[in-house]
């Protein structure tokens, strides 16, 4: 047998494999357009019989007024059974030639059918004399409400329309349709135009409109030309659908690809097996190299290791030099502070007949000495929170807050203060820096609200991603916002000295603390509406740390 003699074999078979694929395609294609026609038919036969039994128990109710000597009591008996019959029927008017309302029926009250449909009264007579004109007593529109939505108006002429009298109902089209097809045609999309106009669509549960399955049938009925288009949805689609045809080019191609695959099996064997080789020779070079890179790798991570813990003792040297050079600095320029500051005083007590502008000249001197050891105070304090050793433990914020406030009892002396204190939940920090933080922030809460008649500061707690954020927040001049990135800087001062006093120290001091802690400060402000400064500790409390606390080791008040 020659080597391509089942390559025929393999051809003949896929051929016939597509030959019955096709006509087993084409059988479900027609199965499935004639599934959908008689869906068409089912919902043209509940929405024709629908319309015209409506519109023929409006005919009877008109005929029996009229032969009642259009009695209201009766009337008003008559149009509320119909209103029950029918939960879509909207409200029934009976109204004379000139369209002039005589009586109404509405399901919500309103008794001005104008109110609810504009220029009806035109729709009308056009839909009588449309009716009139094809030889009925009856005629069909489709309006559009004032208030939205789409309703049927049903126009029938009492007594044969001889005396121009006539009955006009109106039925929710939504309410209609839905309550017609509500047990017909599951897992079909419906739409429903009157002339060219969309009134009705129920789609199905993936709402697409396949073009291949759509079919339409279209009537005339009481004047109104109507078109009904049904579709199916993809779940009736696969329904209808068998999996034999793909069964069987499934299986066909599996066949013919088996009888392919025989003819090159044994010239592929060798070359596969030289492949292979080859491929095992390429793996183990791979495999070489690999680890010679992953060791190159390692040494390098040990490299950058080595060089980062140098970088960073090296960084914590430079800084504790500077650190104790600030200190140094700022001790070291006390004494001399002071003896300005005392031969001033000296003059001053010397020469108590000193013109006004020399003695000027000395309390200028003496202002700036003081400023200056305030400046230097706040520099051995920033300089201390730098060196000092942290001692974390369980704290009560709230404690902290109450002896902050105390310590302000000279700058609140006389100030009307309305302090709002809420809850704050414990925290792992050291409670004397966090004494310092809440001095900070309260003390420039009270500066800042002096200007206010009634000041109001709040220290309260909000919830966040990283944990509790504790906020100290004031009703005072505020700042601008555009210079929020000095706010923290040393000796960065937003306000004029000659308006409010300080050095701009204590808020970098503020945040090197919180630095400290492992955590972030930042402020939100306006100027002239306060200023709301927050800030977040780095760990949060854990269960231990509560566990802890309530077996009364570790809990600090500060």
């Known amino acids: 047998m020659p080597r391509w003699f089942p390559a025929p074999i393999a051809l003949g078979l896929l ?11 084409v059988a479900e294609h027609t199965h499935i357009e004639r599934t959908v026609g008689l869906a068409l038919a089912d919902v043209r036969n509940q929405i024709e019989p629908a319309i015209a039994t409506r519109t023929q128990s409006l005919a009877r109710v008109g005929q029996r007024m009229w032969r009642a000597a259009r009695s209201r009591e009766l009337w008003d008996l008559d149009m509320g059974l119909f209103l029950d019959d029918y939960p879509s029927l909207r409200a029934i ?8 309302q005589r009586w109404t029926v509405s399901r919500d009250g309103v008794e001005s059918i104008g109110d609810r449909y504009a220029g009806l009264g035109p729709q009308q007579r056009a839909a009588l004399e449309a009716a009139r004109a094809a030889g009925i007593s009856a005629a069909c529109r489709v309006v559009d409400a004032v208030g939205g939505g789409k309703s049927l108006v049903i126009v029938v002429a ?26 017909v045609t599951t897992g079909y999309s419906v739409a429903v135009r009157e002339r060219a106009e969309e009134i009705y669509r129920r789609a199905g549960t993936d709402g697409r409109q396949p073009p291949e399955w759509v079919q ?3 009537f005339e009925l009481y004047g109104a030309s109507w078109t009904v288009r049904v579709w199916p949805t993809s779940g009736a689609i696969a329904q209808a659908r068998t999996a034999l045809p793909a069964a069987v080019l499934g299986f066909g191609v599996l066949l013919s690809l088996l009888m392919a695959s025989t003819v090159g099996f044994a010239q592929q064997s060798g070359r596969r097996a030289r492949e292979t080789a080859a491929a095992n020779r390429e793996l183990a070079t791979e495999v070489v190299e690999r680890a010679r890179a992953e060791a190159e790798v390692r040494r390098l991570n040990e ?4 060089r980062v813990i140098a970088r960073t003792a090296a960084l914590e040297a430079v800084n504790q030099d500077l650190e104790a050079f600030t200190y140094s600095v700022s001790h070291d320029l006390r004494a001399p502070l002071r003896q300005v500051d005392g031969f001033a005083r000296l003059l001053e007590e ?6 006004p502008t020399a003695q000027h000249y000395l309390g200028r ?26 001692s974390p433990r369980l704290t009560e914020l709230s404690a902290l807050v109450d002896r902050a406030i105390a310590a302000l009892g000279s700058d609140t002396e006389g100030r009307r203060i309305e302090w709002r204190i809420g809850r704050l939940s414990p925290a792992m920090c050291d409670p004397g820096l966090m004494t310092l933080v809440f001095a900070n922030l309260l003390s420039n809460a009270v500066k800042f609200t002096r200007p206010r008649e009634m000041a109001v500061i709040e220290v309260g707690e909000t919830e966040s991603p990283g944990g509790p954020t504790v906020f100290v927040r004031d009703n005072g001049v505020g700042f601008d916002m555009k210079y929020s990135d000095k706010l923290f800087g040393v000796f960065q001062r937003l306000h004029r000295a000659e308006e409010f006093e300080g050095t701009g120290v204590g808020l970098a001091t503020v945040q090197r603390i919180i630095h400290r802690h492992g955590g972030r400060v930042w402020a939100e402000a306006g100027r002239n509406t306060g200023a709301t400064f927050f800030f977040i500790l780095g760990r949060p409390l854990t269960a231990d740390d509560r566990s802890g606390a309530a077996a009364g080791d570790s809990h600090d008040t500060g």
Request: no cysteine.
């Open 158 to 183: 009492m007594n044969g329309g001889a005396n121009g009298e006539f009955l006009t109902a109106f039925f929710d089209v939504q309410a209609l349709f839905d309550a017609v097809l509500a047990n």
């Open 365 to 390: 001197v003496q202002q700036g000495t003081r400023h200056m050891g305030h400046l230097i105070d706040d520099l051995l304090g920033l300089a201390r929170v730098g060196r000092a050793d942290l």
């Open 303 to 306: 490299d950058l290791e080595q």
């Open 93 to 100: 008017e009976w109204a004379d030639s000139s369209v002039d």
């Open 15 to 25: 051929a016939l494999t597509l030959v019955l694929w096709r006509g087993l395609t």
């Open 350 to 355: 010397q020469l108590p007949g000193l013109e």
């Open 216 to 218: 339409e049938s279209s």
